[in-house]
């Protein structure tokens, strides 16, 4: 399978308990995807991602245009979209819009950025670790000499948890913790 797909195609690739697992968003789980982005509600996901940005005022189709490659936990009985793990080539270290930066710390090639969602009533229910763990081995089996990086801010404690649980280490260099912003890595 080459990725990232053309947009709206998404295939079932797994399974998880009450989920399935997809690559690829179609119309209806991006409809979700930008209903969940504008939930103001929602303060986990607006206060640690620029979500209501990137998909909520912004275009997913904008987005994806940077060869980005979601996946997708969906609930069996209602098609609910339980949570998002994307990945895409990014340098290392470069802050979202979320932390208004545009400073690129390393050049370093071969770096995808991995970004992580679950939403309620899903989130803090455990499903990310084999979630995460599933779509990391699809994606280097697509892509295996990538190293992977995420950044959020650092007192996201779910988050640290579940990127510690992913092998994925902080990488003091990368971080700018002044301003909270910690980048964590994962060599493999
Ligand atoms: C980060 C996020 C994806 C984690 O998903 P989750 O559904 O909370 O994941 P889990 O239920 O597997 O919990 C992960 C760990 O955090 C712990 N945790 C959950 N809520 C917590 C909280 N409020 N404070 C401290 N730890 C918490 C869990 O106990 C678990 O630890 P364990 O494995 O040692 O038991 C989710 O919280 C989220 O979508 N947050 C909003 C968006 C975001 O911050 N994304 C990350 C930026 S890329």
């Known amino acids: 399978m080459e990725l990232p797909l053309p947009i709206y195609e998404s295939y079932k690739i797994g399974e998880q308990d009450d989920f399935n697992i997809v690559v690829g968003l179609d119309k209806n789980l991006v409809a979700q995807l930008e209903k969940y982005s504008l939930d103001e509600t929602d303060t986990e996901l607006q206060k640690n991602t620029g979500d209501l940005a990137r998909f909520g005022r912004g275009s997913y189709e904008d987005w994806y245009k940077k060869d980005r490659t979601p996946f997708a936990l969906m609930h069996k009985n209602t098609n609910a979209l339980a949570a998002l793990v994307w990945f895409g080539p990014k340098p290392l270290g470069k802050k979202s819009m979320k932390f208004e930066g545009t400073e690129e ?66 990488n003091e260099d990368a971080s700018d913790l002044n301003s909270n912003w910690l980048v964590m890595t994962k060599k493999v």
């Open 105 to 170: 710390v390393k050049t370093e090639s071969n770096w995808h950025t991995i970004s992580f969602r679950s939403y309620p009533p899903f989130r803090g229910t455990g499903i990310m670790k084999n979630f995460s763990n599933f779509v990391l081995d699809f994606y280097k089996k697509e892509f295996p000499n990538v190293l992977f990086w995420t950044g959020t801010d650092s007192r996201n404690e779910p988050f640290k948890k579940l990127m510690f649980s992913l092998d994925f280490k902080p």
